[in-house]
Protein backbone atom coordinates (compact mmCIF):
# COMPACT_ATOMS: atom_id res chain seq x y z
CA UNK A 1 0.00 0.00 0.00
CA UNK A 2 0.97 3.31 -0.71
CA UNK A 3 -0.13 6.55 0.78
CA UNK A 4 0.31 10.44 -0.50
CA UNK A 5 -0.23 13.59 1.49
CA UNK A 6 0.53 17.10 1.78
CA UNK A 7 2.54 16.61 4.89
CA UNK A 8 3.65 13.46 6.18
CA UNK A 9 5.01 13.98 9.87
CA UNK A 10 7.22 10.94 10.64
CA UNK A 11 7.87 12.62 14.26
CA UNK A 12 10.67 10.27 14.06
CA UNK A 13 12.03 12.61 11.46
CA UNK A 14 11.39 16.19 10.28
CA UNK A 15 7.94 17.35 8.29
CA UNK A 16 8.07 16.52 5.03
CA UNK A 17 6.06 18.01 2.48
CA UNK A 18 4.17 16.47 -0.29
CA UNK A 19 5.39 13.18 1.00
CA UNK A 20 4.87 8.99 1.12
CA UNK A 21 4.11 6.49 2.95
CA UNK A 22 4.80 3.07 1.81
CA UNK A 23 3.38 -0.28 3.83
CA UNK A 24 3.29 -3.67 3.28
CA UNK A 25 2.17 -7.18 5.93
CA UNK A 26 1.23 -4.00 8.33
CA UNK A 27 4.60 -2.13 8.40
CA UNK A 28 5.74 0.90 7.05
CA UNK A 29 8.78 0.01 4.67
CA UNK A 30 9.55 3.70 3.03
CA UNK A 31 8.62 7.20 3.91
CA UNK A 32 10.09 9.96 1.96
CA UNK A 33 9.22 13.08 -0.56
CA UNK A 34 6.89 12.12 -3.36
CA UNK A 35 9.68 13.37 -5.55
CA UNK A 36 11.91 10.57 -4.94
CA UNK A 37 9.18 7.74 -4.53
CA UNK A 38 10.14 5.72 -7.55
CA UNK A 39 7.10 3.18 -7.27
CA UNK A 40 4.13 4.96 -7.48
CA UNK A 41 2.01 2.33 -8.82
CA UNK A 42 -1.45 1.91 -6.79
CA UNK A 43 -0.54 5.32 -4.44
CA UNK A 44 -3.60 6.38 -2.69
CA UNK A 45 -4.23 9.96 -2.64
CA UNK A 46 -4.87 11.75 0.51
CA UNK A 47 -4.96 15.13 -0.63
CA UNK A 48 -4.55 18.32 1.90
CA UNK A 49 -4.22 16.53 4.91
CA UNK A 50 -1.53 15.69 7.49
CA UNK A 51 -0.56 12.53 7.58
CA UNK A 52 1.04 11.22 11.37
CA UNK A 53 1.63 8.23 13.37
CA UNK A 54 -1.20 6.83 15.75
CA UNK A 55 -1.02 8.56 19.19
CA UNK A 56 -0.08 6.31 22.09
CA UNK A 57 -1.98 7.03 25.43
CA UNK A 58 0.08 5.91 27.49
CA UNK A 59 -2.23 5.65 30.65
CA UNK A 60 -6.24 4.71 30.70
CA UNK A 61 -9.07 3.05 32.02
CA UNK A 62 -11.24 2.26 30.18
CA UNK A 63 -13.69 0.32 32.08
CA UNK A 64 -14.25 3.56 33.93
CA UNK A 65 -15.36 5.36 30.60
CA UNK A 66 -19.11 5.06 31.69
CA UNK A 67 -18.18 6.75 35.39
CA UNK A 68 -17.42 10.47 33.83
CA UNK A 69 -19.58 12.91 35.54
CA UNK A 70 -20.51 10.73 38.26
CA UNK A 71 -18.07 11.75 40.94
CA UNK A 72 -18.03 15.64 41.44
CA UNK A 73 -14.70 17.29 42.20
CA UNK A 74 -13.98 15.02 46.15
CA UNK A 75 -13.02 16.93 49.40
CA UNK A 76 -10.19 14.56 49.37
CA UNK A 77 -8.70 11.83 47.17
CA UNK A 78 -9.73 8.94 49.76
CA UNK A 79 -13.20 10.26 49.53
CA UNK A 80 -12.71 10.00 45.69
CA UNK A 81 -11.71 6.27 46.58
CA UNK A 82 -14.24 5.34 48.19
CA UNK A 83 -16.53 6.57 45.78
CA UNK A 84 -14.72 4.74 43.19
CA UNK A 85 -15.42 1.32 45.21
CA UNK A 86 -19.09 1.55 45.39
CA UNK A 87 -19.65 2.67 41.70
CA UNK A 88 -17.30 -0.63 40.84
CA UNK A 89 -19.36 -3.16 43.19
CA UNK A 90 -22.65 -2.02 40.89
CA UNK A 91 -21.00 -3.07 37.60
CA UNK A 92 -21.96 -6.43 36.32
CA UNK A 93 -19.41 -8.02 33.50
CA UNK A 94 -21.61 -7.23 30.34
CA UNK A 95 -21.73 -3.11 31.89
CA UNK A 96 -17.72 -3.26 32.36
CA UNK A 97 -17.22 -4.55 28.44
CA UNK A 98 -19.70 -1.98 27.28
CA UNK A 99 -17.49 0.70 28.58
CA UNK A 100 -14.07 -0.49 27.97
CA UNK A 101 -15.41 -0.57 24.30
CA UNK A 102 -16.83 2.65 24.28
CA UNK A 103 -13.79 4.12 25.47
CA UNK A 104 -11.84 1.79 23.17
CA UNK A 105 -13.77 3.56 19.89
CA UNK A 106 -13.70 7.19 21.56
CA UNK A 107 -9.75 6.36 21.92
CA UNK A 108 -9.31 5.32 17.97
CA UNK A 109 -11.72 8.19 16.75
CA UNK A 110 -9.40 10.68 18.19
CA UNK A 111 -6.23 9.51 16.79
CA UNK A 112 -5.13 6.84 19.40
CA UNK A 113 -4.13 3.38 17.83
CA UNK A 114 -1.98 2.34 20.83
CA UNK A 115 -2.97 2.05 24.19
CA UNK A 116 -1.52 1.35 27.86
CA UNK A 117 -4.63 0.29 30.08
CA UNK A 118 -5.11 -1.21 33.33
CA UNK A 119 -6.71 -4.05 33.34
CA UNK A 120 -9.56 -5.23 36.35
CA UNK A 121 -11.22 -8.03 35.33
CA UNK A 122 -9.02 -10.72 33.17
CA UNK A 123 -12.06 -13.29 32.51
CA UNK A 124 -13.25 -10.37 30.42
CA UNK A 125 -10.10 -9.60 28.54
CA UNK A 126 -9.97 -11.69 25.48
CA UNK A 127 -12.99 -11.40 24.58
CA UNK A 128 -12.50 -7.20 24.72
CA UNK A 129 -9.12 -7.74 23.13
CA UNK A 130 -11.02 -9.48 19.57
CA UNK A 131 -13.29 -6.56 19.26
CA UNK A 132 -10.97 -3.61 18.89
CA UNK A 133 -8.53 -2.64 16.11
CA UNK A 134 -6.31 -1.21 19.08
CA UNK A 135 -3.08 -1.94 19.95
CA UNK A 136 -3.57 -2.59 23.28
CA UNK A 137 -0.69 -2.77 25.91
CA UNK A 138 -2.73 -4.30 28.87
CA UNK A 139 -1.80 -3.75 32.58
CA UNK A 140 -3.12 -6.53 34.56
CA UNK A 141 -3.93 -5.08 37.91
CA UNK A 142 -2.96 -6.46 41.19
CA UNK A 143 -4.10 -5.16 45.10
CA UNK A 144 -3.53 -6.75 48.09
CA UNK A 145 -3.27 -4.91 51.32
CA UNK A 146 -3.83 -6.68 54.10
CA UNK A 147 -1.37 -8.48 55.82
CA UNK A 148 -3.07 -11.67 55.86
CA UNK A 149 -3.49 -11.64 51.99
CA UNK A 150 -1.23 -14.69 50.41
CA UNK A 151 0.83 -12.87 48.18
CA UNK A 152 2.58 -15.90 46.38
CA UNK A 153 -0.24 -17.02 45.58
CA UNK A 154 -2.04 -14.02 44.03
CA UNK A 155 1.17 -13.75 41.66
CA UNK A 156 1.26 -17.34 40.86
CA UNK A 157 -2.39 -17.32 39.64
CA UNK A 158 -1.67 -14.16 37.69
CA UNK A 159 1.26 -15.59 35.89
CA UNK A 160 -0.43 -18.30 34.80
CA UNK A 161 -3.50 -16.13 33.30
CA UNK A 162 -0.15 -14.15 31.51
CA UNK A 163 1.43 -17.96 29.92
CA UNK A 164 -2.08 -18.52 28.18
CA UNK A 165 -3.03 -15.09 27.35
CA UNK A 166 -1.87 -12.63 25.05
CA UNK A 167 -3.81 -9.64 22.84
CA UNK A 168 -3.48 -10.03 19.01
CA UNK A 169 -1.61 -6.46 18.65
CA UNK A 170 -0.05 -5.73 21.22
CA UNK A 171 1.49 -6.77 24.63
CA UNK A 172 0.83 -8.08 28.46
CA UNK A 173 2.02 -6.25 31.26
CA UNK A 174 1.45 -6.17 34.88
CA UNK A 175 0.23 -2.80 37.37
CA UNK A 176 0.99 -3.38 41.03
CA UNK A 177 -1.74 -0.94 41.63
CA UNK A 178 0.35 2.12 44.18
CA UNK A 179 2.24 1.87 47.17
CA UNK A 180 -0.60 1.92 49.41
CA UNK A 181 -2.31 -0.79 47.92
CA UNK A 182 0.58 -3.27 47.31
CA UNK A 183 2.69 -4.53 50.30
CA UNK A 184 6.44 -5.01 50.05
CA UNK A 185 5.81 -9.09 50.09
CA UNK A 186 3.44 -8.53 46.89
CA UNK A 187 5.86 -5.57 45.66
CA UNK A 188 8.86 -8.61 45.92
CA UNK A 189 6.99 -11.30 44.23
CA UNK A 190 6.50 -9.10 41.55
CA UNK A 191 10.28 -9.09 40.14
CA UNK A 192 9.58 -12.41 38.89
CA UNK A 193 8.28 -10.27 36.16
CA UNK A 194 11.25 -8.34 35.31
CA UNK A 195 11.06 -8.37 31.67
CA UNK A 196 8.16 -7.34 31.75
CA UNK A 197 6.42 -3.82 30.85
CA UNK A 198 5.28 -2.17 34.27
CA UNK A 199 2.63 0.43 35.45
CA UNK A 200 2.17 1.74 39.01
CA UNK A 201 0.22 4.99 40.56
CA UNK A 202 2.92 6.85 42.56
CA UNK A 203 2.96 9.50 44.56
CA UNK A 204 -0.30 10.65 43.13
CA UNK A 205 -2.21 12.62 45.81
CA UNK A 206 -0.83 15.40 48.99
CA UNK A 207 -2.42 12.68 51.01
CA UNK A 208 -0.76 9.45 49.93
CA UNK A 209 2.40 11.60 50.47
CA UNK A 210 0.97 12.65 53.91
CA UNK A 211 0.35 8.79 54.57
CA UNK A 212 4.10 7.70 53.92
CA UNK A 213 6.36 10.77 55.02
CA UNK A 214 4.09 11.55 57.98
CA UNK A 215 2.49 8.41 59.00
CA UNK A 216 -1.03 10.70 58.99
CA UNK A 217 -3.74 12.19 56.88
CA UNK A 218 -7.24 11.00 55.44
CA UNK A 219 -5.57 8.16 53.20
CA UNK A 220 -3.46 6.63 55.89
CA UNK A 221 -6.95 6.71 58.52
CA UNK A 222 -8.72 4.43 55.50
CA UNK A 223 -6.13 2.17 54.81
CA UNK A 224 -5.96 1.54 58.59
CA UNK A 225 -9.30 0.56 58.88
CA UNK A 226 -9.10 -1.46 56.20
CA UNK A 227 -6.82 -3.60 57.52
CA UNK A 228 -3.12 -2.79 55.88
CA UNK A 229 -0.15 -2.73 58.00
CA UNK A 230 1.21 1.05 58.23
CA UNK A 231 4.49 0.30 58.98
CA UNK A 232 6.06 1.40 56.37
CA UNK A 233 4.75 4.59 56.91
CA UNK A 234 6.16 8.18 58.72
CA UNK A 235 9.68 8.45 57.72
CA UNK A 236 9.16 7.14 54.56
CA UNK A 237 8.50 8.01 50.90
CA UNK A 238 5.92 6.90 48.08
CA UNK A 239 9.05 4.72 46.12
CA UNK A 240 10.61 3.26 48.87
CA UNK A 241 8.63 -0.46 48.35
CA UNK A 242 9.21 -0.20 44.56
CA UNK A 243 12.67 0.70 45.01
CA UNK A 244 13.20 -2.11 47.66
CA UNK A 245 11.73 -4.78 45.68
CA UNK A 246 13.98 -4.18 42.56
CA UNK A 247 11.01 -2.80 40.27
CA UNK A 248 12.39 0.81 39.63
CA UNK A 249 14.09 0.38 36.39
CA UNK A 250 13.74 1.27 33.13
CA UNK A 251 10.35 -1.01 32.42
CA UNK A 252 8.63 0.84 34.96
CA UNK A 253 5.91 3.42 33.61
CA UNK A 254 5.30 5.60 37.25
CA UNK A 255 2.05 6.85 36.84
CA UNK A 256 0.82 10.56 37.89
CA UNK A 257 3.91 11.21 40.13
CA UNK A 258 2.44 14.75 41.44
CA UNK A 259 4.17 14.84 44.54
CA UNK A 260 7.34 13.17 44.07
CA UNK A 261 10.45 15.53 45.58
CA UNK A 262 13.67 16.40 44.30
CA UNK A 263 15.42 13.65 45.59
CA UNK A 264 12.74 11.17 44.19
CA UNK A 265 13.17 12.70 40.82
CA UNK A 266 16.90 12.22 40.59
CA UNK A 267 16.56 8.72 41.08
CA UNK A 268 13.42 8.18 38.68
CA UNK A 269 15.87 9.37 36.32
CA UNK A 270 19.26 7.24 37.30
CA UNK A 271 16.62 4.32 37.33
CA UNK A 272 15.67 4.63 33.52
CA UNK A 273 12.00 4.82 34.69
CA UNK A 274 8.74 6.69 32.84
CA UNK A 275 6.51 9.21 34.15
CA UNK A 276 2.99 9.89 32.32
CA UNK A 277 1.59 12.63 33.26
CA UNK A 278 -3.03 12.74 33.24
CA UNK A 279 -3.27 16.90 32.70
CA UNK A 280 -7.51 16.51 32.63
CA UNK A 281 -7.38 14.41 35.85
CA UNK A 282 -4.64 16.34 37.56
CA UNK A 283 -6.67 19.43 37.33
CA UNK A 284 -9.62 17.55 38.64
CA UNK A 285 -8.32 16.75 41.60
CA UNK A 286 -6.71 20.30 42.14
CA UNK A 287 -2.88 19.05 42.58
CA UNK A 288 -0.13 21.25 42.52
CA UNK A 289 2.06 22.39 39.49
CA UNK A 290 3.08 19.78 37.67
CA UNK A 291 6.79 19.18 38.18
CA UNK A 292 7.49 19.49 34.18
CA UNK A 293 10.96 21.83 34.72
CA UNK A 294 12.72 19.35 37.06
CA UNK A 295 12.04 16.07 35.08
CA UNK A 296 12.65 17.32 32.60
CA UNK A 297 16.46 18.72 33.83
CA UNK A 298 16.59 15.06 35.06
CA UNK A 299 16.32 13.88 31.94
CA UNK A 300 12.95 11.89 32.76
CA UNK A 301 11.01 10.29 30.18
CA UNK A 302 7.83 12.19 30.21
CA UNK A 303 4.74 11.07 28.57
CA UNK A 304 0.88 11.98 28.42
CA UNK A 305 -2.45 10.01 29.35
CA UNK A 306 -6.07 10.10 29.86
CA UNK A 307 -6.31 8.42 33.13
CA UNK A 308 -9.84 7.52 34.00
CA UNK A 309 -12.83 9.19 33.28
CA UNK A 310 -14.01 9.11 36.39
CA UNK A 311 -12.02 12.30 37.41
CA UNK A 312 -14.18 14.04 34.90
CA UNK A 313 -16.53 16.30 36.12
CA UNK A 314 -18.03 16.45 32.94
CA UNK A 315 -20.66 13.70 31.68
CA UNK A 316 -19.58 14.32 28.39
CA UNK A 317 -16.00 13.89 28.73
CA UNK A 318 -14.31 11.64 26.09
CA UNK A 319 -11.32 9.36 25.63
CA UNK A 320 -9.68 12.07 23.95
CA UNK A 321 -5.71 12.67 24.14
CA UNK A 322 -5.59 15.79 22.32
CA UNK A 323 -7.83 17.26 25.08
CA UNK A 324 -4.95 16.05 27.26
CA UNK A 325 -2.21 17.58 25.01
CA UNK A 326 -4.41 20.95 24.92
CA UNK A 327 -4.46 21.36 28.32
CA UNK A 328 -0.43 20.73 29.19
CA UNK A 329 0.16 23.19 26.63
CA UNK A 330 -2.06 25.61 27.98
CA UNK A 331 -0.11 25.31 31.69
CA UNK A 332 3.04 24.73 30.35
CA UNK A 333 3.74 27.11 27.72
CA UNK A 334 7.13 27.13 26.96
CA UNK A 335 7.17 23.62 25.93
CA UNK A 336 8.18 23.52 22.07
CA UNK A 337 5.57 21.95 19.73
CA UNK A 338 7.44 19.53 18.70
CA UNK A 339 8.18 18.41 22.08
CA UNK A 340 5.01 18.05 23.31
CA UNK A 341 3.79 15.68 20.64
CA UNK A 342 6.56 13.54 21.03
CA UNK A 343 5.18 12.89 24.67
CA UNK A 344 2.16 11.09 23.09
CA UNK A 345 4.14 9.44 20.31
CA UNK A 346 7.74 8.70 20.41
CA UNK A 347 7.86 9.25 24.28
CA UNK A 348 5.34 6.98 25.32
CA UNK A 349 6.26 4.08 22.92
CA UNK A 350 9.35 4.25 24.61
CA UNK A 351 7.50 4.17 28.64
CA UNK A 352 5.57 0.88 26.86
CA UNK A 353 8.79 -0.87 25.70
CA UNK A 354 7.93 -0.01 21.79
CA UNK A 355 9.91 2.17 20.61
CA UNK A 356 10.47 2.10 16.66
CA UNK A 357 7.17 0.35 16.40
CA UNK A 358 4.89 2.62 17.11
CA UNK A 359 4.17 6.39 17.59
CA UNK A 360 6.50 6.51 14.62
CA UNK A 361 6.49 6.67 10.68
CA UNK A 362 10.37 4.80 9.87
CA UNK A 363 11.20 1.23 8.50
CA UNK A 364 10.11 -1.60 10.87
CA UNK A 365 7.49 0.64 12.18
CA UNK A 366 3.51 -0.58 12.41
CA UNK A 367 1.60 0.46 10.06
CA UNK A 368 -0.31 2.58 12.40
CA UNK A 369 -1.13 6.45 12.10
CA UNK A 370 -3.91 8.67 10.88
CA UNK A 371 -4.96 12.00 9.02
CA UNK A 372 -5.74 15.38 9.93
CA UNK A 373 -7.41 17.67 7.29
CA UNK A 374 -5.08 20.80 6.69
CA UNK A 375 -4.55 23.21 3.93
CA UNK A 376 -2.25 25.84 5.81
CA UNK A 377 1.68 26.04 5.36
CA UNK A 378 4.23 23.69 6.47
CA UNK A 379 5.38 26.31 9.10
CA UNK A 380 1.43 25.68 10.57
CA UNK A 381 1.43 21.91 11.03
CA UNK A 382 2.88 21.33 14.38
CA UNK A 383 0.08 24.10 15.83
CA UNK A 384 -2.44 22.18 14.03
CA UNK A 385 -1.94 19.09 15.45
CA UNK A 386 -1.95 20.33 18.82
CA UNK A 387 -5.33 22.36 18.23
CA UNK A 388 -7.05 19.94 16.80
CA UNK A 389 -10.57 19.54 18.57
CA UNK A 390 -12.76 16.39 17.58
CA UNK A 391 -12.41 13.16 15.62
CA UNK A 392 -9.38 12.55 13.08
CA UNK A 393 -10.31 12.46 9.68
CA UNK A 394 -9.11 8.54 9.20
CA UNK A 395 -7.07 5.60 11.19
CA UNK A 396 -5.28 3.36 9.96
CA UNK A 397 -3.83 0.20 12.57
CA UNK A 398 -1.51 -3.11 10.84
CA UNK A 399 -1.64 -1.46 7.54
CA UNK A 400 -5.66 -1.22 7.65
CA UNK A 401 -7.85 1.75 7.72
CA UNK A 402 -10.53 1.37 10.44
CA UNK A 403 -13.60 3.22 9.35
CA UNK A 404 -16.26 1.30 10.70
CA UNK A 405 -15.02 1.14 13.86
CA UNK A 406 -14.97 5.02 14.27
CA UNK A 407 -18.21 5.43 12.83
CA UNK A 408 -19.52 3.31 15.86
CA UNK A 409 -17.59 5.82 18.38
Known sequence: MLLRARFVYPVSAPLIEDGF?????????????????????????????ILLPGFVNAHCHLDYTDFAGEIPSPVSFAQWLKAMVALKAKVEDSAHCESWLRGARQAVSHGVTTLGNIETRR??????????PLRMVSFLEII????????????KELNEWL????????????????????????LQECAQFSGMTM??????????????????????????????????CAGSFPLEGVKAAGLLNDRMLLIHGNYLDSLDVDQVADSGAS???????HEYFGHRSFLLKDFREAGVNLCLGTDSLATMSDAHAQVDLFSEIQRFDLQNED?????????????????????????????????????????GE????????????????????DGQWVDEYMEAA
Open 163 to 186: TLNSPPRGKTGISPHAPYTTKLDL
Open 199 to 232: AMHVAESSEEDQMFRHGKGPLWQMLKTAGRNMDD
Open 144 to 155: LLKAESDSVQAV
Open 123 to 132: SCLTELWAST
Open 275 to 281: VVHCPRS
Open 335 to 375: IADEDLIEMVTVNAARALGMHGEVGCLQPGAFADLFTLPYS
Open 378 to 397: ANGVKKAIIGHKGPVEAVMI
Open 21 to 49: VRMAAGKVVEVGEWSKCADRAGVEELGEV
